[in-house]
């Protein structure tokens, strides 16, 4: 990422940005404090407050951090549903503090979502808080083998540590942005583990074109086309406020190289592409994807072909659309009615008893 485009994000922190860029670097957010206003409990397993409680990934050859959510009156003694939380581009576990686990703790707390665990591992490419990082699509690339820390790391020290129903009915990859695209990926490859899988504005086509070759362009199913060269870093690929342009090598260089193989090593982990390539059928996955007509890196066109694509071959994806929604913070609050909506009566059936004050 160019020393101009980290500049341009950082100036731009300070206005109300998405979950998918507002980076909490420099957030200093008290895990106590937090701890005490909800219900549930965040346990630490990052170098974040006062000690270094990260655990070590294999995959990466490193410490590596994640928070663990813990639902309102948690019992060690039962077993409970899990959730993988995949976090934005540009951020890592710490928007787990400050974009969603308010809103996940009084859900529980409220019924309408039910109890449990959310697991929320860090997928940035760097942990320095003073450079904004590029996120690693938790992908094994070049930048390094981050679908094996949480497929194998994370899955393993969560199993071990923590009361997980086994059912893959029972376990969810759920994400925002890059970390929607990321479970949907990670939910195709992995679907002996994983039933149920939602984005909110998923990047699922990731060589989107028109016919013409554009990429900034709606979806047109009779004017479809597919990216086959990935040489031009400088092309233009998400507009926000109008004072802040993204190129492709923002967002590629540090996972490929942008040679003729790049074009095949983003194929491969093409959400789309993978539909056939893995040979998806109806019913292995209960899908869900939220996105806006006026995202500003029309993740719009990347859904509306992938959702075109699936039901070319008969998948059943449940889909919330709004057409003024963008790619921020505000457009994905509102679709959280939506979600709890959907993945309740998904979840409920393996979710302990829940309290008699806890009704839907």
């Known amino acids: ?13 300070f206005l109300p940005l998405p979950p998918c860029w507002a980076n909490p670097l420099w957030n200093r957010d008290d895990l106590d404090e937090i701890n005490h206003k909800i219900q549930g409990q965040v346990i630490d397993h990052t170098d974040n407050h006062g000690a270094d409680r990260r655990i070590w990934s294999s995959a990466l050859h490193e410490k590596r951090a994640l928070y663990v959510y813990l639902p309102p009156s948690f019992n060690p003694h039962e077993r409970y549903p899990v959730m993988f939380w995949l976090h934005g581009f540009a951020q890592d576990e710490r928007s787990f503090l400050r974009y969603v686990v308010n809103d996940l703790d009084a859900a529980m707390v409220a019924g309408r979502l039910p109890a449990m665990i959310v697991v ?3 997928g940035s490419l760097t942990r320095n808080p003073f450079r904004i990082s590029a996120g690693s699509f938790f992908l094994n690339t070049r930048a390094g083998a981050f679908e094996d820390f949480v497929m194998v790391d994370v899955w393993k020290f969560v199993l071990e540590n923590y009361p997980i129903r086994p059912e893959r009915e029972a376990h969810v990859l759920a994400g925002v942005s890059m970390g929607g695209g990321s479970a949907y990926n990670l939910a195709m490859k992995h679907r002996d583990r994983f039933k149920v899988v939602l984005g909110i504005f998923p990047p699922l086509n990731n060589r989107w074109l028109d016919c013409h070759c554009r990429y900034l362009v709606p979806f047109d199913p009779a004017c479809w086309g597919w990216r086959t060269d990935f040489s031009n870093p400088y ?3 998400g507009r926000f406020y109008g004072i802040l342009t993204i190129r492709l090598k923002d967002v590629m260089d540090s996972l490929y190289t942008g040679g003729p193989e790049t074009v095949a090593q983003v194929s491969w982990d093409n ?11 109806e019913g292995e996955l209960c ?14 066109a990347q859904v509306e072909s992938f959702l075109f694509r699936a039901r070319q071959r008969g998948l059943s994806i449940t ?4 057409p003024r929604g963008k790619h921020d913070f505000a457009s994905a609050q509102k679709f959280w009615p939506s979600v709890m909506e959907w993945l309740y009566p998904l979840v409920a059936p393996f979710s302990p008893r ?5 009704t839907r």
Do not use: H, K, W
């Open 287 to 300: 899908m869900y994807v939220a996105y806006g007509g006026r995202d500003e890196f029309n993740i719009t």
């Open 271 to 281: 959400p789309i592409e993978m539909i056939d390539r893995l040979c998806l059928q």
């Open 354 to 358: 829940e309290s008699p004050q806890e």
């Open 120 to 122: 929320a591992p860090d």
């Open 235 to 237: 092309e233009v690929v």
């Open 1 to 13: 990422m160019s020393r101009i485009t980290s500049a341009a994000i950082g100036l731009i922190l």
């Open 319 to 322: 889909v919330a659309y709004d």
